[in-house]
């Protein structure tokens, strides 16, 4: 891996870790969008991400017919919002299962890591966009106010936005 794709990853990274859930989003069989909360358990060296599913959900079975996939990341309170798309992959790999399982994932699976239905779906992502506001939040909610009452628009920084290419 090159010095430029470890940087890009890390600032993937850096950029979602705080976020708890995702909206993932797959097509289904009759080709509608559909999306749902996951929740990220790892960005990888490569910048592929990893989540839990169970073999018998929609998820699942939707990314069988179609691997294209998006997932978004949202933290309003910062005023932090990443898309990535990009194509999912569905992995039955219990050694991987051991590595990344925790007690929030043993939650949503109480029979445990060794359930035949616990499974992973790495995304290997194509595109990353991202809005990242600098301002903090009571800077935003002042301006916002005043642009309210003043009839104007908000005197803030426009949002950093930007591609994080892998």
């Not at 976020?19 to 909360?37: E, K, W």
């Not at 569905?90 to 445990?112: C, K, Q, S, T, Y």
């Amino acid at each position: 891996m090159s010095n430029e794709q470890s940087t890009q990853v890390a600032e993937l990274s850096d950029k979602i870790k705080s976020v708890r859930f995702a909206m993932f989003t797959t097509l289904d069989q009759y080709g509608h969008l559909i999306s749902q909360p996951m929740t990220n358990q790892e960005v990888d060296a490569d910048g592929a991400l990893w989540f839990f599913t169970s073999s018998n959900t929609d998820l699942w079975t939707n990314i069988a017919g179609s691997p294209q996939v998006n997932v978004s990341f949202a933290e309003p309170e910062d005023s932090l919002y990443v898309s990535i798309s990009g194509t999912a992959e569905r992995v039955v790999d219990r050694a991987r299962i051991e590595a990344l399982w925790n007690p929030m994932v043993a939650a949503w699976f109480p029979n445990g890591k060794d359930d035949p239905h616990v499974v992973l779906v790495k995304v290997v992502s194509k595109t990353v966009q991202y809005w990242d506001s600098k301002e903090n939040k009571l800077t935003r909610m002042f301006e916002m106010a005043k642009a309210a009452v003043t009839g104007t628009r908000p005197e803030l920084d426009p949002a950093d936005h930007g591609h994080i290419k892998l």
